[in-house]
C-alpha cells in the first residue's frame, strides 16, 4: 500500500467512527455504553494504521483529533447546546456503497498483516468483520447482479 494510499484509508476508518456516533452517539463517560457503541477500536485502527504504513505522526494525530472533536460536540449536545457535528453528513459514509465497504475491509486484511503482534491483528479484523456486518456487505453482494 503507498503512504497516499494509506492515508485515505485511515481518513475513511476516522469517517466510518465519525458516522458511528452521528447516528448513535458516543459513549463518552465512564459508563458503560446503553447501545453497546463505542469508537475506541475505530480510535485504536486509526494508529494502527499509521504505525503499519510509517504514516507521520501528523496524519494519525489529525484523524485522532477530529474523532475526539465529534465526542466533544456529542457531550455538548448532551448538555442542551446547539453546535454542529465536525464534518457534515454529505462528507461521511452513511450509506455506504458495497464496493466502498469491500475496500475498507480489504484494506483492514492488508494491514493486518503488516501488524507485529496478533491483538493488533485480531483488532483489525473484528473491524473487517464489523463494518462488513453494519454495512451489509453480504447483502450488496447477493443483491448486485451477475
Known sequence: MTTERAKEF???ITKEALALMVIHGECVSTAPCEEDVSVAHFEKAVTLIGKAWSLPAEATSENLTLIQREKDVLRRIAAGESVGHVLPESELPMNA????????????FETAVQMDSREQRTAMLKLASELAECQNLLDWIEKTAE
Not at 97 to 108: A, H, Y
Open 10 to 12: 485511515q481518513e475513511r
Open 97 to 108: 456503497s458495497g464496493m466502498e465497504t469491500l475496500d475498507n475491509v480489504w484494506d483492514l
